[in-house]
């Protein structure tokens, strides 16, 4: 699996952008909605129910600073162009989605939004594309929106009172991060007993070391690992005496393949669940 599958897209797999229904896809949208364009990075958003949240093309519902409830955030805007945008009427919202969606997939955009730092492995947001209403597309009106939620399925009503913007700079992250607890995938927000680290690391050496626990391999993890700790931590390693650092290593066969590629993980040296995140110099 590609990283920016797995980390964008964290409970639902890849970076999902939502398509729009075709049978609401002419629905006006109601009076409290902001005007597309009027949204701007930062900008938050209240959907009444799940299929507006999910299904309309363009936003329903009314903005609403970020530290209130809602569902959306608006990461970038950009302009639908080419010989799409020249229809007088907009064209069906499958078609704009299937355009516009590869704009809004941008791994490196995301992660500057989020406030990404290289040992952050961002996890649990989803993107959708909000799209010009049919009134403004007449009106010549030519702005899309890349839109962040929570990852959910497509039945919930994810809600969260924090900006998006940043937030991996922050205390409040660990609904953001990736976790484990056990063999299942988390968010850090949720009991978990290791914390995934970005990025992956390479193992040295040449002939197959064998896997874990073998102790030629758990060297050769903490040789590689152990540095990305110690920037994660903002501290050295050492100094967490609760912490061990381990990885997803690569079995035999892709070794003999030439793949060293390693998940770098922070475990809880006693095994217990705790919530939130080890993250150091966070504000």
């Excluded at 949204?39 to 530290?67: I, K, N, Q, R």
């Excluded at 955009?109 to 209403?133: C, S």
């Excluded at 809600?159 to 995938?185: E, K, N």
């Excluded at 978990?192 to 391999?217: F, R, V």
Aim: aromatic share 6%.
């Amino acid at each position: 699996m590609r990283r920016w599958k797995g980390h964008l897209a964290g409970l639902v797999l890849g970076a999902a952008v939502v398509l729009g229904a075709a049978s609401l896809a002419y629905g006006s949208a109601s009076p409290p909605a902001l005007p597309t364009a009027a949204s701007t990075p930062g900008t938050c958003h209240v959907a009444d129910d799940w299929l507006e949240l999910w299904w309309t093309p363009s936003d329903t519902g009314p903005a609403v600073p970020c530290t209130q409830p809602h569902q959306t955030e608006t990461m970038w805007l950009g302009k639908i162009d080419g010989p799409i945008a020249a229809a007088h009427r907009r064209p069906n919202p499958e078609l704009l989605n299937k355009t516009l969606s590869p704009r809004c997939d941008d791994f490196v955009r995301v992660r500057n939004y989020l406030g990404a730092d290289t040992p952050d492995a961002h996890w649990g947001v989803n993107m959708l594309v909000r799209e010009p209403t049919p009134a403004e597309w007449s009106r010549g009106e030519r702005t899309f929106r890349c839109e962040a939620l929570p990852a959910a399925s497509s039945h919930d009503q994810p809600v969260i009172s924090q900006p998006l913007q940043g937030v991996l700079r922050r205390t409040d992250s660990a609904r953001f991060r990736l976790c484990r607890s056990g063999d299942s995938t988390v968010t850090c927000d949720q009991p978990h007993d290791s914390e995934a680290m970005n990025p992956w690391a390479t193992l040295t050496g040449t002939s197959w070391p064998g896997d874990l626990p073998n102790p030629a391999m758990q060297r050769m993890v903490r040789s590689a690992c152990g540095p990305v700790a110690d920037r994660y931590l903002g501290a050295p390693l050492s100094s967490r005496p609760d912490l061990i650092v381990t990885a997803d290593v690569p079995a035999r066969q892709q070794w003999e393949g030439g793949g060293r590629g390693v998940q770098c993980w922070l475990r809880n040296a006693s095994g217990v669940l705790t919530t939130g995140t080890v993250r150091g110099d966070l504000q």
